[in-house]
């Protein structure tokens, strides 16, 4: 499972990108503007941070504006991948994009039906918003299996990347269900790491090393 981390902040893509375990970064325009950057030059810096695919939605809601905006945002570098949102014009300018070679990750997906049809658009990428089918009084996660049934049926190459994820319970259930990407918040990737029996057994060992007076490093 690839690890994406949905965020614009550079310190934080940075941080965990070190950790040698992020596969890619998503952004869209609410987290640009809490960034508040500039859209192309933040793009730009999180291209160089990281090797793998970084979202970079479109703006516009006809398919010949979305065109022209994605191929300004085909410059900023070769990761970049193209978000347009799943209507009619998003999944026209997916399909010619896709047949032009390049990665598009196709987003706010809340249907399966909807992942059909970004699948035959060629998507790279279909987002299924987990948590915010949650907080609709949907079930985000069932949401997540019938996509994978679906593609599996079919042999459709898109990658299902569980978007709108809330906490490490989401990502263990994606994981499970075979969602081949998960687009964590920066705190929801850190929680993944922590348990309180590791803390409490490392404190444990460090204690027990200390009575034989001993260093690994002379
Ligand atoms: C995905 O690409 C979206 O940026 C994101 O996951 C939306 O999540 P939210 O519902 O927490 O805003």
């Known amino acids: 499972m690839k690890f994406f ?35 192309m030059e933040v793009t730009k810096e999180i291209c160089a941070l990281v090797d793998g695919p970084v979202s970079a939605e479109v703006i516009a ?8 905006e994605a191929e300004v945002l085909r410059k900023i570098a070769d990761n970049v991948c193209i978000k347009v949102p799943l209507t ?22 809340f249907s399966a039906n909807q992942a059909l049809l970004a699948a035959k658009a060629g998507a790279s990428f279909i987002s299924p918003f987990v948590g915010r089918h949650d907080d609709n009084g949907f079930d985000g996660l069932d949401l997540l299996r019938d996509i994978r049934l679906i593609y599996d049926n079919y042999n459709f190459e898109t990658e299902i990347l569980a ?5 490490p319970i989401h990502v263990l259930e994606s994981a499970r269900i075979g969602a081949d990407v998960a687009t964590m918040p920066p705190a929801v990737i850190r929680a993944l790491f922590k348990h309180v029996l590791t803390d409490k057994g490392i404190e444990g060992f460090l204690a027990d090393w200390a009575k034989t007076g001993q260093t690994i490093l002379k």
């Not at 809601?61 to 022209?68: A, C, E, Q, V, Y």
């Not at 978007?163 to 906490?167: C, E, M, T, V």
């Open 163 to 167: 978007a709108s994820i809330r906490h």
């Open 61 to 68: 809601l006809d398919h010949p504006t979305m065109m022209k």
């Open 88 to 109: 009619v014009d998003g999944l026209k300018t997916c399909k010619a994009l896709t047949d032009d070679g390049a990665m598009v990750n196709v987003t706010l997906c």
């Open 5 to 39: 981390v949905d965020t614009a902040d550079t310190a934080e893509i940075a941080d965990l990108a070190a950790t040698g375990l992020l596969d890619g970064v998503t952004t869209n325009p609410s987290l640009i503007a809490k960034s508040g950057r500039d859209f």
